[in-house]
Structures are given as structure tokens and as C-alpha cells.
């Protein structure tokens, strides 16, 4: 067994566990260590948008210049019906408040090639595999995080940024449930992604836009993703598989994602030519996957470990939950990895303060890492509550009819400026930050 101390270890090195080290090491602290569990970064991703909120606190470490040059500058998110747009969203009205007045589009993976390259020239390496087992503070007031392999790491800090599924989360013993504990819309709980390619170029797929379809309570998303000039355009899409239909494969394979699309995608995609005049097919499946959207937050995202688990008061020996470790919700509108970022970014300066304070001036600095927690916290209330509403409204233009006043009323509001205006501001989470 090998044993190594640090003053901060962060376990997860995806976004988040990579965004939390960039901003301590920006910050002037060194005595840090990460780990990650897989022995490599996995080929799929969920995330694929980067809003503008994000893309500042990304500027503020150094990373945000690199994304852009890959990524898609999207214009706007539209949704539609299977025939007509319904509405869109411009981001262009954030330019007043932003540099970033768009979201980027670009996927996960790539977004941890870019934070893990830069993470690599401030001279930090990551140690993988590494899978948590066991944590508890020792006589010292340190946390000692045992591992798989037998490697022991004693730590001031434990950062959880291990997702959803959190070991750190777990072993603290934190609840983790829905804020509001109602269930999700049934409707809506089933959902495929995938990264697929089309049988020929077509002059409807959108370029520099999200585009979603809402129909007779079914959702389909379609987003077009960067790629090399001499390679075949990429899309990102996204479904509901209806309860129904009973759970959907775990690896889709491209027949299921071309029904689906002929079904609840907007008919201008379709591969049937007695609704397409230019039918279109799906070519290449790059990977597909299914899951179950949900929402949960840590009851606590700051745990102070006693011996028995309980509170020892305060001081270090400090364990925290940022990213999908804290908080998860439905992907509507691309929000939780944004979240996820700002949240390790932002905790980078105050954990630096916190660590490196003297011991007359720790209790000080006790309050600051708490109320910045806590404001975390209400952060991701609010936005499980927004995706929540994104949701609803998805659910209720899809099984709308077309004779609902309600379904029209919401038309015309979509119609206001204003209104449009107010949804680009919501995703771009400049109003939450």
C-alpha cells in the first residue's frame, strides 16, 4: 500500500474536476492531486453546449479562446413543430453583456481535451485508473481516501467531481433526491442521443443552431457538431422514446435512430418521400446511447467528516461536491455541464483563500466557504426548476391540439421580443453565474 499527502485532491476528472484544478492552480496553489477512475476518456459525451456564463468563467482560466476555435458559434435555439418553427431564441441580444454572445457547440470529449491539455502545461498530471473506495478523517483532521488499488491518498480537501453516480458522495453518506420529489414526465423520461452522419448534404439541416421539434408529446433534437473541412458533417441528435414503445435498446443501432426520426423529427428530415420531396437518411451511427432523465440535488455540497461521520466542527478536513456530484437534472437546454463548470471555477479562489489562511484568519475564511457553497447551492436549485419548466413546456406544445387557445396564446407570446429575448438570457446563465 503507498500513501501520498496533499492539501487538495480531486477525484473525477471530466469538466468539472478539470475546470476545479485549472482555477486552483490560476489561483497560485500547487499542492494539489486528481484522479480519475477510467483509464481514458470515453468516446460518447452528453454534453455538446457551452453558454456564455460558462464561457466567461472559462475565460477566466485561460481555456476559453481554445474552445471557440473548435467549436460552432450557434445563433440561436428554435423550436418547431414537425411542420413550421414555433420560436427561436437569439443570442445575439446578449452582446451588450457579454464577449460571448452565442453558444458554443462542441462536444464534451473535446472540451476535456482542451482543459486536460492546458491542465498538462500548468504541469499537472492525472492519475488513472484510480476508483475510490473508502474515506474517513484520520487523528490528524485529514481525510484519507483509500483507492482499488491499494493507493491511499491524505488530503485537507476532497473536491467530488465524480458525477452523478458520486463515490465521494456516497461514502460521506450526503442524500441526494429531487428538490421538489415529483417524478419526471413520463412522456419524457426515455431519451436517445447519438452522433450519426446523413446520407447527403441537405440544405434544411440547421448550421449554426440547436433545432428542436415538439409533436403529439414527443421531442427531437437535432444540433450540428464541428468537424474537419474534409470530413462528413456531424449531428448530434436526441428523442424521447415514448413509455409505450417499452425501454429502448442500451446501443441503438442507426435503423432505431432513423425510425425515430421519421416518426417525431421535423418532416424535412424525413427519409419518407411521400412526406420529403428530398428524403434524407441517417448513413452513420459514430455512437448512440439511452438514459433516464431525473432530477436530484446533495442535500449538502460542503460535508465536514468527524469520526463517525458527524460534524467536527470547523477548520479543514473538508470534503465538496461540485458538477453532477451536487446536482443533476434534464438536459434541456444544454445547462448541467455549464453548471458544472462554473461551479468548480468559481470554487477554485475561494478553496485557494481557504486553504492557505492562517489560523487566526480561518474562521473568516470558514464563513466565505460556507456562503459560497451555499449560493452554489441556490444556483442549482434554480436551474433544475428552469430545465423542470423547459420540460413542461416541451411536453405541453408536443401534446398541445391545435384548436387549444392556451397552445395559441403561447404562440403569440413566443412572438415577443422581449420574451425571446428573456429565454437566450435564462440559457445563457449570465443571470446566474
Not at 236 to 255: E, K, L, Q, Y
Not at 389 to 401: D, N, T
Request: glycine letters at 8%; a neutral charge.
Amino acid at each position: 500500500m503507498s500513501t501520498q499527502r496533499t492539501t487538495v485532491l480531486i477525484v473525477g476528472a471530466g469538466p468539472t474536476g478539470l475546470s476545479a484544478a485549472i482555477s486552483l492552480v490560476k489561483q497560485g496553489f500547487k499542492d494539489l492531486i486528481i484522479v480519475e477512475e477510467t483509464a481514458s476518456r470515453p468516446e460518447a459525451s452528453r454534453a455538446m453546449t457551452i453558454h456564455a456564463a460558462t464561457l466567461e468563467a472559462l475565460d477566466f482560466i485561460g481555456c476559453a479562446e481554445a474552445l471557440v476555435k473548435i467549436g460552432i458559434k450557434g445563433k440561436a435555439m428554435q423550436l418547431s413543430d414537425r411542420k413550421a418553427p414555433f420560436m427561436a431564441a437569439e443570442f445575439s441580444c446578449l452582446a451588450p453583456y457579454t464577449k460571448f454572445p452565442f453558444v458554443l457547440l462542441i462536444p464534451q470529449t473535446t472540451t476535456e481535451e482542451v482543459l486536460e491539455a492546458h491542465l498538462k502545461e500548468l504541469n499537472v498530471d492525472i492519475l488513472r485508473p484510480e476508483k475510490a473506495v473508502g474515506l474517513q478523517r484520520n487523528s490528524q483532521g485529514e481525510l484519507e481516501v483509500s483507492f482499488e488499488s491499494g493507493k491511499v491518498i491524505t488530503a485537507q480537501y476532497v473536491v467530488g467531481a465524480d458525477g452523478a453516480r458520486s463515490v465521494i458522495r456516497q461514502l460521506t453518506g450526503v442524500g441526494f433526491s429531487d428538490p421538489d420529489g415529483t417524478p419526471p414526465d413520463e412522456r419524457l423520461a426515455q431519451m436517445i442521443l447519438a452522433d450519426v452522419t446523413f446520407s447527403s448534404p441537405n440544405p434544411n439541416l440547421p448550421t449554426d443552431a440547436v433545432h428542436g421539434t415538439a409533436s403529439a408529446g414527443k421531442f427531437f433534437l437535432t444540433i450540428p457538431l464541428p468537424t474537419s473541412p474534409d470530413s462528413d458533417p456531424v449531428y448530434r441528435i436526441g428523442f424521447n422514446v415514448p413509455p409505450s414503445a417499452g425501454p429502448p435498446p442500451s446501443n441503438p443501432p442507426t435503423s432505431y435512430l432513423q425510425q425515430y426520426l421519421d416518426e417525431q423529427g421535423p418532416l424535412h428530415l424525413s427519409s419518407d418521400v411521400s412526406v420529403n420531396p428530398i428524403p434524407i437518411h441517417i448513413s452513420k451511427t459514430i455512437w448512440a446511447t439511452r438514459f433516464r432523465t431525473h432530477a436530484a440535488i446533495a442535500a449538502k455540497f460542503l460535508i465536514r467528516m468527524g469520526s463517525s461521520g458527524e460534524s467536527a466542527g470547523q477548520g479543514r478536513g473538508i470534503a465538496l461536491l461540485v458538477g453532477d456530484a451536487a446536482h443533476i437534472h434534464a438536459p434541456a437546454g444544454g445547462l448541467g455541464m455549464n453548471l458544472g463548470i462554473r461551479d468548480a471555477i468559481s470554487l477554485g479562489p475561494v478553496l485557494a483563500a481557504h486553504a492557505t489562511a492562517s489560523t487566526e484568519s480561518l474562521p473568516e475564511q470558514d464563513k466565505v466557504l460556507e456562503k459560497h457553497v451555499a449560493a452554489r447551492h441556490d444556483r442549482a436549485l434554480s436551474t433544475i426548476k428552469l430545465t423542470k419548466r423547459i420540460m413542461a413546456v416541451a411536453s405541453f406544445l408536443g401534446a398541445a391540439k391545435l384548436l387549444n387557445i392556451n397552445y395559441w396564446l403561447l404562440n403569440l407570446l413566443f412572438k415577443v421580443p422581449f420574451v425571446r429575448n428573456q429565454i437566450a438570457w435564462n440559457l445563457s446563465g449570465l443571470g446566474n453565474r
